[in-house]
């Protein structure tokens, strides 16, 4: 699950950094509509928050590519050594910091970014054109999926041993 989690933040950092204008295929249009509040209703009482500064996009945008890569990187690394340790608890443990570290930028990402900021800051949940929170739940879930898998197989490991 966690090599798989990792899988899913490589491949959408990779579509952010190599195709960036495509719109329907990386997160820049949609980082774009969601800050400047496109696809809001007119007169929502919110249009004080909308962002329509290029630097600004720009910063987000890179924030996120940054975030989910450090994702990938984390997941990618906690997932091969929980691989090769398997068999040693206190060392698969000590490997599953990464996964705990990636997991972390993957939340950041998707729900203090998407969820929080975009969903409720930039009031996406309006947005008929950028409502990306279906999204950004599954991946929050699926993040959090990963890690309550890797917690799960810890606190059982203990168990087992201080139980067997």
């Keep these: ?3 798989m989690a ?7 950092a990779f579509d952010n950094i190599t195709n960036p204008t495509n719109p329907t295929g990386s997160n820049w249009p949609f980082i774009e509509g969601v800050l400047s509040g496109d696809g809001t209703p007119p007169d ?3 249009e004080w928050r909308f962002i329509d500064a290029t630097w600004f996009h720009v910063l987000a945008y890179i924030g996120v590519i940054v975030g989910e ?8 690394i906690g997932g091969v050594l929980g691989l090769r340790r398997s068999g040693a608890r206190d060392a698969w443990e ?8 990636g997991a972390l930028f993957g939340l950041l990402v998707f729900f203090l970014g998407f969820i929080t900021i975009g969903g409720n800051w930039f009031v996406m949940y309006q947005n008929s054109k950028w409502n990306g929170l279906e999204p950004a739940f599954q991946n929050t879930v699926t993040t959090l999926l990963a890690v309550l898998m890797v917690i799960g197989v810890a ?5 087992a041993e201080r139980d067997g």
């Design 94 to 101: 000590a490997g599953q910091r990464w996964t705990l570290l």
């Design 69 to 76: 890569t450090l994702a990938a990187i984390g997941l990618i």
């Design 6 to 12: 990792a899988a899913y933040f490589l491949v959408v």
């Design 155 to 159: 606190v059982g490991s203990r168990l």
């Design 44 to 46: 929502n009482g919110f």
């Design 1 to 3: 699950m966690v090599l």
